[in-house]
């Protein structure tokens, strides 16, 4: 699908899904937040979209699987850790810095690993794709997507534990 057939056919549609993500996520900013996404992705894929038949449709699950994304992290309040912190008593300055520490060393690791492993831990750790849909934003197989996967969360730990355990 070229530009000006995907402005023709795809642009149309945007009031639709702006108000079904409006709907679903209650904040006028979050849904053009979404629906900027879904454009983005539906770009992205342009080439692939003549396999679908009702383009709409696609593009209306696309966004309801967005939405319910983003209503899934907001439920969260923050790291997974979170709720091990907050068991361990009130929030000391000590243990909310270690946090804090703790957060950035784990986001320094991630950004050193290749592109494409973490690109991979980012879309199913904190944007919680499917193994499936990562695959096909991907382009790539089910197989491929565990196996990167994997050896990122493998390669994050050992350095975690590396650089917490190594003297200084």
């Known amino acids: 699908m ?9 642009l149309p549609i945007r009031d639709k899904l702006f108000r079904t993500a ?6 006028e900013a979050d849904a053009e937040d979404a629906l900027q996404e879904v ?7 342009r ?7 009702s383009l709409e449709a696609f593009a209306t699950t696309m966004t309801k699987n967005l939405c319910v994304d983003m209503i899934r992290k907001r439920g969260r309040e ?8 907050c068991q ?7 243990l909310h810095l270690e946090r804090k520490s703790n957060d950035e060393l ?12 973490q690109a991979v831990l980012k879309m199913k750790n904190i944007e919680e794709y499917e193994l499936e849909e990562i695959a096909q934003i991907t382009g790539t197989t089910n197989e491929a997507v565990r196996v990167n996967l994997s050896r990122a969360r493998k390669k994050v730990r050992e350095e975690f534990i590396r650089l917490t355990t190594e003297p200084r």
């Open 47 to 53: 080439e692939n979209l003549d396999h679908y038949n």
């Open 78 to 85: 923050g790291p997974i850790e979170e709720e091990l912190y």
């Open 22 to 27: 409006r709907r679903m996520l209650e904040d």
């Open 106 to 117: 784990i986001r320094m690791i991630i950004d050193r690993l290749p592109t494409v492993q």
């Open 2 to 10: 070229d530009a000006e057939r995907f402005k023709a056919e795809v």
């Open 88 to 94: 361990a008593g009130p929030d000391d300055p000590y």
């Open 39 to 45: 454009y983005l992705k539906l770009w992205q894929m």
